[in-house]
């Protein structure tokens, strides 16, 4: 490659504050990536409500035909319906086949010798579940039912399953757990968690994700422990729905939604997006943390192969986060999200 194309979509609220960041993390990275090209593109609800579509055909083709990966911000989705809307993220997911949400959570220690007391991978089923989103609302005989469709396939729970091993025989503790509602939800909980334990046993895996150990755990027991004892995980899988919840619960034993990263992978295609939301509450204030953004855009760029890079801009992160002066009010901080990227990209 001689240029890096990245689809910016900053989407709504505090996506707009906190992409711009992960754009100047990358250029401050100057010639040790290819030169990087912006193509700043639309989504999202604000777009919604002024042109009628959450998604625009553009962007997608943009994304498809010209971008080597790219970087989202955060939508704003109301909890009430819509007509006509429906989340610009979970449709891109889909769209192009993004099917792994890889969401590190990682303490920063207070020095660089120690290890961080919270070090563990939430590895997210990105296109199915409870997120096919194929909702019924009824009349029945006591009054209105509304029913979901939740799909689980071998397919996507192989393929996620797949993505958690490799990532786990990549890690010192090489650990996996497996999180699930079987005792429940015993047949598609139970297609997951079976799909997913064969893994190791596939003639594709040929013996090379034999070393990985692997548990289990009750998704509600696991958000129990992950508070009590976070240290006992290293890489979690889990169906869509619950790999959401539990890396948002994740992100409170680390201090902040505002530093947890994820990219959504497929086998052709990347695209980085802090874990937070669009946060209303603070958006256009200028004091949303844009740690998270930047640290997605560093797991973006190691997924693409540029490793170095990549930890230049990890490493510039963890030393503002460990000096602790020039921090956004979500870590106790007074300082501005300008303030912290230029303290970041002194050190990049
Ligand atoms: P949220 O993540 O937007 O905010 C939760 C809390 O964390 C808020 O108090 C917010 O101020 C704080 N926070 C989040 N990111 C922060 C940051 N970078 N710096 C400092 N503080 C930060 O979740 P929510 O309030 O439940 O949802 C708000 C909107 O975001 C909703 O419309 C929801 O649909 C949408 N949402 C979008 C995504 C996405 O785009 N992937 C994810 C989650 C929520
Ligand atoms: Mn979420």
């Known amino acids: 490659r001689s240029t890096l194309k990245i ?42 409500k002024r042109k009628g579509v959450a998604l625009p055909e553009e962007t997608v083709q943009v994304l498809k035909n010209e971008c080597d ?8 989705s109301p909890s009430r319906k819509v007509v006509g809307y429906s989340s610009p993220i979970v449709a891109l997911r889909k769209e192009l086949d993004l099917y792994a949400n890889i969401r590190p959570v990682i303490a920063v220690a ?18 199915e579940c409870l997120y096919v989103k194929q909702e019924v609302l009824t009349t029945g005989k006591h ?3 509304a029913r979901a469709t939740r799909l689980i396939t071998e397919r996507a729970s192989r393929r996620i399953g797949q ?25 598609t909980d139970g297609l997951f968690r079976e799909t997913v334990r064969g893994v190791p046993a596939l003639p594709e895996s040929a013996g090379r994700l034999d070393d990985v150990t692997v548990a289990e755990q009750l998704v509600d027991s696991a958000v129990y422990r992950l508070f009590r004892e976070p240290q006992i995980y290293d890489v979690m899988v889990a169906p869509n729905l619950y790999g959401d919840i539990i890396s948002d619960a994740a992100a409170a034993l ?16 990347v695209m980085g997006e802090p874990v937070h939301g669009s946060a209303p509450d603070i958006a256009g204030k200028s004091i949303a943390n844009p740690l998270a953004a930047i640290r997605s855009a560093a797991l973006m760029l190691r997924h693409l192969g540029y490793g170095d890079a990549a930890a230049r801009i990890e490493n510039a992160v963890d030393i503002v986060i460990r000096d602790g002066r020039i921090l956004t009010p979500d870590l106790g901080g007074s300082a501005k999200t300008q303030d912290v990227t230029a303290e970041v990209l002194k050190r990049i």
Do not use: M, Q
């Open 254 to 269: 680390v201090g902040s939604l505002g530093l947890i990263p994820s990219i959504n992978a497929g086998d052709t295609f």
């Open 163 to 187: 993505t958690a091993f490799d990532i786990a025989v990549g890690r010192p503790r090489k650990h996996l757990t497996i999180i699930h509602k079987s005792n429940v939800l015993s047949v």
């Open 69 to 76: 990966c790219a970087l989202f911000g955060a939508v704003s």
């Open 110 to 127: 207070p020095t660089p010798e120690e290890k961080p007391n919270v070090d563990l991978v939430v590895v997210r089923e990105n296109t």
């Open 7 to 48: 689809g910016l979509i900053p989407a709504d609220g505090i996506g707009h504050e906190v992409i711009p960041a992960a754009k100047e993390a990358i250029l401050a990275l100057g010639s040790s990536i290819p030169k990087p090209e912006f193509f700043l593109l639309d989504a999202g609800f604000e777009y919604f």
């Open 143 to 145: 009054g209105k039912e």
